[in-house]
């Protein structure tokens, strides 16, 4: 099983950015918690470079929920890279790599080297460029590769905020301190009038736990009901290392 090596001493998270007017970052999340999202995105940009951690999830995909799988990944802001390896439940894929512009398509679309689960698959051949938003990835993942990480889920997440708040739909609280993997958290709620896959907002519920330490989401779950009994998605980063130097190299495709 492959291991994820640092070439740099890392540091156990970003450097500590006091909120605006002296406020902690609990009393902002009680008085303005999309305030509060928005700080923790400032406070992430410029600051981390990239990090590598253990992803777990599970997700509803064309009704079914499927198994919860586990991944370790590599990731890099710039170029925005994610280098997937699949621990634990691998589905038709062992390992993704997608590098924001370096493979497209005949019709510009974006594609990102696969790995095939199962060694048989392997003798034939080591990856094949896939669409990441093409019928195999939808049928595989909720969302594509292109929206993992910790900045693309607060863009999102504080999107359909936005987008909420100006129907005057939105309904978010900070809920107070709560705990998650043995960590202690942050905790929000937002509520949206979902009506569907096809409607105008990704989910009825969404639970958010920002880290303490790190100040960012590291676990996200998303249901389509408030009684929390259909699971849309639950999205989960532990482990995480910050600003390991990652390089070109750790987003390769192997053998090319």
């Not at 008085?31 to 995105?41: E, K, M």
């Not at 301190?177 to 989910?203: C, I, N, Q, V, W």
Request: with cysteine; net charge positive; aromatic share 8%.
């Amino acid at each position: 099983m492959e291991t994820l090596v640092s070439r740099q001493t890392p540091i156990a998270a970003p450097p500590q950015l006091e909120p605006p007017s002296g406020k902690s970052f609990a009393a902002l999340a009680k008085s303005d918690p999309v305030g509060a999202l928005r700080l923790a995105l400032d406070r992430y940009e410029g600051r981390v470079h990239d990090y590598t951690c253990t992803f777990v999830k599970q997700e509803r995909v064309g009704g079914r929920l499927k198994d919860e799988q586990e991944t370790r990944v590599r990731f890099r802001e710039d170029p925005f890279s994610v280098n997937m390896l699949w621990i634990r439940n691998a589905d038709q894929a062992r390992r993704v790599i997608y590098v924001e512009g370096r493979w497209t398509g005949r019709r510009g679309e974006k594609l990102a080297a696969v790995e095939p689960a199962g060694s048989i698959a392997r003798l034939f051949v080591s990856d094949v460029l896939r669409p990441i938003d093409g019928v195999e990835a939808r049928a595989a993942a909720r969302k594509t590769i292109d929206q993992f990480g910790f900045a693309r889920t607060l863009r999102r997440i504080l999107k359909f905020c936005d987008l909420a708040a100006e129907h005057g739909e939105l309904d978010i609280k900070y809920l107070g301190e709560g705990s998650f993997a043995g960590r202690a958290t942050y905790l929000l709620e937002r509520r949206l009038p979902y009506k569907g896959d096809a409607g105008l907002y990704p989910d009825r519920l969404l639970i958010i736990h920002i880290d303490q330490e790190y100040l960012l989401p590291t676990s996200c779950a998303s249901y389509a009901d408030e009684a929390q009994t259909e699971l849309l998605g639950r999205y989960v980063l532990r482990d995480v290392r910050f600003n390991v130097g990652l390089t070109d190299s750790d987003f390769a495709r192997e053998g090319k």
